[in-house]
T-cell receptor, first 116, second 114 residues
């Protein structure tokens, strides 16, 4: 059973460029969440997708957008890159409409984005 | 609102020492609590979890008890090993708009020396 996969592993971009990161959720999961983890910090929630719609969003500008496909995989797009966007971007999958309580999130290995 | 506060690191211990990493939280609802571990160059792995007050999560010798009265979820291990060196994140999950939303602490780096 494949876990959460992300691509690419590493990416180097320059300021002003656009980037697309990809995520395939764990088998059986229908919800994908994206996080930004700056060096030495905890993951910060960007947004969450379920049924191909953005369901929740953290405190990130509109430059950050996403998409979820019918097979539950997801993309994170960042436009007009800034130096401060350099971080590890983590994807996590879970079951969206589970029972009240917790729904465990499984994380991918992340994509390391460097903006020069 | 929801938030998680962890003790700052790094924490440096000798092998076989006792470990405690403090975690406290604020929550508007009835959250579930988690500890995740991150090894260098990797994503986060779930270490243990607790879904209601007084629950004790445990895994690989690590334990944490959900204390609602003190809003805490401290991570403990009786005897650490060099292989436990990693960054540990405390997190909570709360239900918002019918979806579970996660909040993470800033992480505590653990260094275990032989």
């Amino acid at each position: 059973d494949a876990g959460v996969t992300q691509s690419p592993t590493h990416l180097i971009k320059t300021r002003g460029q656009q980037v697309t990161l990809r995520c395939s959720p764990k088998s059986g999961h229908d919800t994908v969440s994206w996080y930004q983890q700056a060096l030495g910090q905890g993951p910060q929630f960007i947004f969450q997708y379920y049924e191909e719609e953005e369901r929740q969003r953290g405190n990130f500008p509109d430059r950050f957008s996403g998409h979820q496909f019918p097979n539950y995989s997801s993309e994170l797009n960042v436009n007009a890159l800034l130096l401060g966007d350099s971080a590890l971007y983590l994807c996590a999958s879970s079951l969206g409409r589970g029972a009240w309580g917790y729904n465990e999130q499984f994380f991918g290995p992340g994509t390391r984005l460097t903006v020069l | 609102g929801n938030s998680v506060t962890q003790m700052e690191g790094p924490v440096t211990l000798s092998e076989e020492a006792f470990l405690t990493i403090n975690c406290t939280y604020t929550a508007t609802g009835y959250p579930s609590l988690f500890w995740y571990v991150q090894y260098p160059g990797e994503g986060l792995q779930l270490l243990l979890k607790a879904t209601k007050a007084d629950d004790k999560g445990s895994n690989k010798g690590f334990e944490a008890t959900y204390r609602k009265e003190t809003t805490s979820f401290h991570l403990e291990k009786g005897s650490v090993q060099v292989s436990d060196s990693a960054v540990y994140f405390c997190a909570l999950s709360d239900r918002e708009n019918n979806f579970n939303k996660f909040y993470f602490g800033s992480g505590t780096k653990l260094n275990v020396k032989p």
